[in-house]
């Protein structure tokens, strides 16, 4: 116990008392306790509790003291904290007032905070967990105010555990003495448990019957059918993942088969950072994201032996996709593999386990989170399941991010410890991405677009994007998305005053806005795509200058109604207007040429006045003939059977296609992540990509023709070697073209988003390369760059243009 500090004589005859209402993420990080401890050691009086708005302390001192509590709170404030604004207010001393105390949460008034994400367990609950003689010893629940689920299993706010999925689950008495002891680190730790009151653990097998290895052992008969190559489903934090041993082939290719999951990399969990480096190159920036409370799925280069060891896992790429245990049931698998040591020494040495830990989501569907749901949507899939009887509230697929590659490249973001995601979910969502504006600043509900759908709401000053959703090209999708947008309303209990949407209007979340503007009596606020990625990008670093983007990515309803995806845009204010654009392309059979980069380098050939080659290249394609004579009446009349387009995406198609290293995708992606796999094995060998200055031409109308540099890749034989020169090419292309078009218009900022920009050597290249002629580059951070950052874009578009008073209230 600290013995608190003496007070003077002196100091009692001035004693001041203030009423602190403190902003943030300060609910359900152990905040209150450790202000009731900071209080105490200082011997101030008064009370702290949980409000509506954040937490509320008053305190009562000498004005220095009170000077240097606020200090403190801020400088010392529990590691999953995030104080935005404390706000201090003198009141009336309380006469006679002794101690200092946490009061029970207040209810009343508009609510202006907001849970935290869930987070990895802390090395504290680890080593109770892992000490035999604890009474929770092995039990796979164990958490703290410091670690644990948040926002997977909260229902409302303030943050009680009344208002979560652990009210179902009464307290002992030795639980309850930690929860209500200020002093414990489990004071009011929500999720507190312990095997005698807690969640508890069950295995079913194949036929989902009730059982498990001779001494009942949930944990040990999991890793026993995971040995001997069977498929297990393993509810966790925010839903259900299907795990199996990475390094038996035939059990990932049968994952696969039942999945029908041909090629897409799967995600895999090593015990720690030394077993990580077992498969991948790792630097110091990416171990601090595996090794973060966050837990992401960290994307890292692979050794040149990671391919034959775990086949199937990723193949044709040049990353593997890993993260470390995050749950006490994670390290309770690593711990029984280990053998049950008795002491934490093996928690840092390199273990051979490497599991397959990749989504329940079967069909491209919703993540599974209920059991009775596993057990029916997973059946055929896994060969058992080990769940538990916590509820998930809100479902929260794993995040997905990559480090900066260069510290270049670092310096275009605010901090060079910050990820830059794929995918933002679980240990990310809820926490707040702050914008320019007010408290008062009137909130916005944004429903993104078709892949990689996220909702965002606004509320003052913060914005709020749910976790990734998925495409929504499935009814279970769109009944997740509409559940989303009643969760997440509710839980920041917020009414929108705009429904912000994409311009396409057959997307389902563009009907679903209709719906909701009509329910909620507000207008709908349409935002182009393209305006969306760069919006997205302006809002979290909170620009206020004008601004030439970079809107790269594989296909978004343009202005004229043609497909866009490779743009240079001139923003200002909530204006956006078109200043440059690829060359197009034709799209041989629509939609379908985007999965099949073969339609899009035979489009490539038929530019070139080469349609008579289409069927000698591709002789192995069926309609070779019909996609060659579609392309010939596109040229010369148009058809609406190969459309035009401008998308960056499609380039990337033709450039594999014309390599042969990809005709035909399996999923979203696939051939640009290819080619730029391809280029990164080229870099091993040499210092730098080729260019050739002569295969690509920059229009007076602001048009980039980089068809040339696609033609030359047919008559390469080398795919590494092309992938490197078209990197390369179009890099200094780019580069070229922004700076060109930024200068004449009198632009210092220039800002990237859209898809093509997770591709890490375009991202690097065009940073480094605007930087190197003085302009200011910003790129996607605190959300994705691709379609998964849509709705904070629309958000901010939707903000500005009420502010400047461009939208039409539902009235006129």
Avoid at 4 to 32: D, E, H, N, W, Y
Avoid at 39 to 57: F, H, P
Avoid at 438 to 464: H, M, Q, S, W
Wanted: charged letters at 20%.
């Amino acid at each position: 116990m600290t013995t608190p500090t003496p007070i003077s004589s002196a100091s009692m005859l001035s004693r001041l008392r203030k009423r602190f209402q403190v902003r943030g993420i300060v609910q359900g990080v152990g905040f209150r306790p450790y202000i009731h401890r900071l209080a105490n050691e200082m011997a101030l009086t008064g009370w702290v509790q949980n409000g509506v708005s954040g937490v509320i302390i008053e305190a009562e001192g000498s004005a220095a003291q009170l000077e240097t509590f606020v200090q403190r709170l801020q400088a010392e404030a529990p590691r999953l904290a995030r104080i935005d604004e404390v706000i201090a207010q003198n009141i009336a001393a309380v006469p006679g007032g002794g101690g200092f105390e946490v009061i029970k949460s207040a209810h009343e008034g508009a609510l202006a905070t907001m849970i935290g994400p869930d987070s990895a367990i802390c090395d504290d609950c680890l080593r109770e967990m892992l000490t035999p003689k604890d009474r929770r010893y092995r039990y796979p629940f164990i958490n703290c105010t410091q670690c644990g689920p948040r926002y997977t299993l909260v229902c409302g706010l303030p943050y009680d555990r009344a208002t979560t999925s652990m009210a179902a689950f009464v307290q002992c008495p030795t639980c309850l003495a930690e929860y209500t002891d200020p002093e414990h680190r489990r004071f009011h730790a929500e999720p507190n448990a312990c095997p005698q009151c807690g969640p508890q653990l069950q295995w079913r097998d194949a036929r989902g019957v009730s059982s498990a290895n001779e001494d009942g052992d949930a944990i040990a008969e999991t890793l026993r059918r995971l040995r001997r190559g069977e498929i297990v489903a393993i509810k966790g934090l925010g839903g259900f993942h299907l795990v199996c041993d990475a390094t038996r082939a035939e059990t990932v290719a049968e994952l696969r088969r039942r999945k029908a999951r041909d090629e897409k990399p799967f995600a895999l969990m090593v015990l720690n950072t030394a077993s990580a480096r077992q498969w991948c190159e790792i630097g110091a920036a990416e171990a601090a994201l595996l090794e973060s409370v966050e837990r992401p799925i960290v994307l890292l280069p692979k050794k040149a032996h990671a391919d034959a060891a775990l086949a199937g896992i990723a193949p044709d790429m040049n990353t593997l996709g890993l993260m470390l245990p995050y749950t006490p049931l994670h390290y309770l698998l690593f711990h029984e593999a280990s053998g049950r040591p008795a002491t934490c020494d093996w928690l840092n040495e390199a273990q051979p386990l490497t599991l397959v830990m990749t989504s329940a989501n079967p069909g491209g569907e919703p993540l599974v989170i209920d059991n009775e749901e596993a057990l029916q949507r997973l059946q055929g899939i896994a060969d058992g399941w080990l769940m538990h009887d916590r509820a998930i509230v809100a479902r929260c697929d794993d995040s997905v991010v990559r480090a900066p590659i260069t510290e270049s490249e670092r310096l275009s973001l605010p901090s060079s410890s910050q990820p830059q995601f794929v995918r933002r979910a679980r240990g990310y969502t809820p926490r707040a991405i702050r914008l320019s504006g007010t408290a008062e600043t009137p909130p916005v509900l944004a429903v993104g677009g078709y892949f990689k759908n996220t909702i965002c709401v606004t509320r003052g000053d913060e914005a709020f994007l749910s976790p990734h959703i998925g495409s929504l090209d499935n009814a279970a999708t769109c009944r997740a998305f509409d559940e989303m947008v009643e969760h997440l309303l509710k839980l920041l209990d917020v009414a929108p005053t705009f429904i912000a949407h994409d311009r396409h209007p057959d997307f389902y979340s563009t009907q679903a806005a209709a719906a909701l503007a009509r329910r909620f009596g507000v207008p709908m606020v349409e935002v182009a795509h393209h305006h969306a990625h760069i919006a997205a990008v302006i809002a979290e670093h909170r620009i206020e200058a004008p601004v030439l983007g970079l809107a790269f990515d594989g296909v978004g309803l343009g202005d004229d109604g043609t497909a866009w995806g490779g743009e240079l845009l001139h923003l200002e204010g909530a204006q956006c207007k078109r200043v440059g654009h690829l060359a197009r392309l034709y799209l041989a059979g629509g939609d379908r040429a985007a999965r099949e980069p073969w339609r899009m380098a035979a489009s490539v050939l038929a530019q070139s006045g080469r349609v008579n080659a289409i069927e000698t290249c591709f002789p192995q394609q069926a309609a070779a003939t019909a996609v060659a004579n579609m392309l010939a009446r596109a040229l010369e009349t148009g058809s609406p059977q190969a459309p035009p387009t401008t998308s960056m995406g499609r380039y990337f198609d033709a450039a594999a296609g014309a390599l042969k290293v990809c005709e035909q995708m399996s999923f979203e992606g696939q051939a640009a992540m290819r080619l730029e796999g391809l280029a990164h094995h080229y870099l091993k060998q040499k210092v730098c990509l080729p260019m050739d200055a002569s295969a690509y031409r920059i229009g007076a109308d602001g048009v980039l023709n980089v068809l040339p540099l696609v033609q030359r890749l047919f008559d390469i034989d080398d795919a590494r070697y092309g992938a490197a020169l078209f990197h390369g090419t179009l890099i200094a292309a780019i580069v070229e073209w922004a700076d060109t078009v930024a200068r004449r218009l009198g632009l210092d900022h220039i800002v990237c988003g859209g898809g093509c920009f997770v591709n890490a050597l375009l991202s690097r290249g065009i940073s480094e390369g605007l930087r190197a002629r003085g302009h200011t580059v910003r790129q996607a951070q605190a959300a994705p760059a691709n379609d998964g950052g849509l709705s904070l874009g629309q958000a901010w578009v939707a903000r500005h243009r009420q502010a400047a008073g461009l939208v039409k209230q539902i009235s006129e």
